[in-house]
């Protein structure tokens, strides 16, 4: 099994940055891809970015590319998601996912564990 707690969510204003952490425990061959997701209220959950844990190239969505970068720290079991430059279509509820290789590693795969999420709130 994995267990994913997120931190670091909270309300900020259009402009400012935020940085999210997500603890990482459990079956590391079961979280050889990780991945933030969101969903903000009245949408859909999306992809946000992953990455393999073993390194290489992070995937982003479209509308975060330049603005967000995810980060490994695989001596912490910790995934990060700096953001900056946050505008209100940023606010959402930000969950952190795991997978393993076997189950994809890309924005619109079917990941196995997620963590319960947190809160952004951007005010313009």
């Known amino acids: 099994q994995v267990q994913l707690v997120e931190s670091g969510g909270g309300s900020v204003q259009a402009g400012g940055s935020l940085r999210l952490s997500c603890a990482a425990s459990?079956?590391?061959?079961?979280?050889?891809?990780m991945g933030w997701f969101r969903q903000g209220p009245g949408k859909k959950r999306e992809g946000v970015a992953i990455m393999y844990t073993g390194g290489g190239m992070a995937v982003y969505a479209d509308s975060v590319k330049g603005r967000f970068t995810i980060s490994l720290d695989n001596a912490k079991n910790t995934v990060y998601l700096q953001m900056n430059s946050l505008s209100p279509e940023d606010t959402a509820m930000y969950y952190c996912?795991?997978?393993?290789?076997?189950?994809?590693?890309?924005?619109?795969?079917?990941?196995?564990?997620w963590g319960q999420g947190t809160q952004v709130t951007v005010s313009s």
């Open positions: 459990g079956d590391t061959a079961r979280r050889n891809c």
């Open positions: 996912a795991a997978n393993p290789f076997w189950r994809g590693c890309s924005l619109g795969a079917d990941f196995g564990y």
